[in-house]
C-alpha cells in the first residue's frame, strides 16, 4: 500500500501563489509518475500536471507558464508551484500515484485550493 499525504492549500486572491506539497509512503517501487489533479465544484477530475521518475513533466494547457511540479525523488515528495492564480483554478487538488510496474493507482485526501476574484 501506498499513502499519499498533502498539504499547502488555501484561500488566496487573483495573482497569489501558493505551493502544494504530497510526501509518498508505504510500499513505492523504482519506476513511478506522481502529479496533481483537481475537480472544481460540479466538474470531473482533471490532470494539472504530472512528473515521472525520470524527471519528465506534462502540464495542462491551462495552466502551462504558470504552474511548475517538481520532486524530491529521495523523499518521494512532489511539489506544484502555482503562480498567477486564477479564479478558475479553484477546486480540490488531488495528489496522484501510479506505479508503473504494479498498475497501482494511489490518490491522497485532497486540498482545497480557493481563488477569490
Known amino acids: 500500500q501506498v499513502q499519499l499525504v498533502e498539504s499547502g492549500g488555501g484561500l488566496v486572491q487573483e495573482g497569489d501563489s501558493l505551493r502544494l506539497s504530497c510526501a509518498a509512503s508505504g510500499n513505492i517501487g523504482r519506476t513511478y509518475i506522481m502529479g496533481w489533479y483537481r475537480q472544481a465544484p460540479g466538474g470531473q477530475r482533471e490532470m494539472v500536471a504530472t512528473?515521472?521518475?525520470?524527471?519528465?513533466?506534462v502540464y495542462a494547457e491551462s495552466v502551462q507558464g504558470r504552474f511548475t511540479i517538481s520532486r524530491v525523488s529521495a523523499k518521494h515528495t512532489v511539489y506544484l508551484q502555482m503562480n498567477s492564480l486564477k479564479f478558475e483554478d479553484t477546486a480540490v487538488y488531488y495528489c496522484?500515484?501510479?506505479?508503473?510496474?504494479?498498475?497501482?493507482?494511489?490518490w491522497g485526501q485532497g486540498t482545497q485550493v480557493t481563488v477569490s476574484s
Open positions: 512528473i515521472t521518475t525520470g524527471g519528465n513533466t
Open positions: 496522484n500515484l501510479y506505479q508503473i510496474t504494479s498498475s497501482g493507482n494511489y
